[in-house]
Nanobody, 113 residues
C-alpha cells in the first residue's frame, strides 16, 4: 500500500496549508479516505474523511477550517487547511477509513503562535 503524504511545513497561526497524499490505486478506489493527525503526546486521530460523491466529514476541532477532497483520476486526496492554530501541529497521515495496518511517513505540520 502506497500512502505518500506531502505539503506540510511551518506556518504562523492563522495561515493555510494544503496537504496532498498519493495512494495506490487498489487502496484508493471505492474507499473512504481519511486524514489522520498525531499531535505530540496524543494518540493518532481521524480529523477528516471523504468518499467519492459525498461531502467530507470532520472532527469538531477542525470543522469549518479544513476541507478534504479527492481526485479519483490521480488517486490523490487533499486536505486544505485554513485558519491554522498551534493545536493543529502534528504529523498528518492519509489512510483508508478504517485504516490499513500500513502507514506512510506522514507530513509534519507545525503552527507557531
Amino acid at each position: 500500500v502506497q500512502l505518500q503524504a506531502s505539503g506540510g511545513g511551518l506556518v504562523q497561526a492563522g495561515g493555510s496549508l494544503r496537504l496532498s497524499c498519493v495512494v495506490s490505486k487498489f487502496a484508493f478506489n471505492g474507499n473512504r479516505m481519511g486524514w489522520y493527525r498525531q499531535s505530540p503526546g496524543k494518540q493518532r486521530e481521524l480529523v477528516a474523511s471523504i468518499r467519492s460523491g459525498v461531502s467530507g466529514t470532520y472532527a469538531d476541532s477542525v470543522k469549518g477550517r479544513f476541507t478534504a477532497s479527492r481526485d479519483n483520476a490521480k488517486n490523490t486526496v487533499y486536505l486544505q487547511m485554513y485558519s491554522l492554530k498551534p493545536e493543529d501541529t502534528g504529523v498528518y497521515y492519509c489512510n483508508r477509513v478504517p485504516a490499513y495496518d500500513t502507514w506512510g511517513q506522514g507530513t509534519q505540520v507545525t503552527v507557531s503562535s
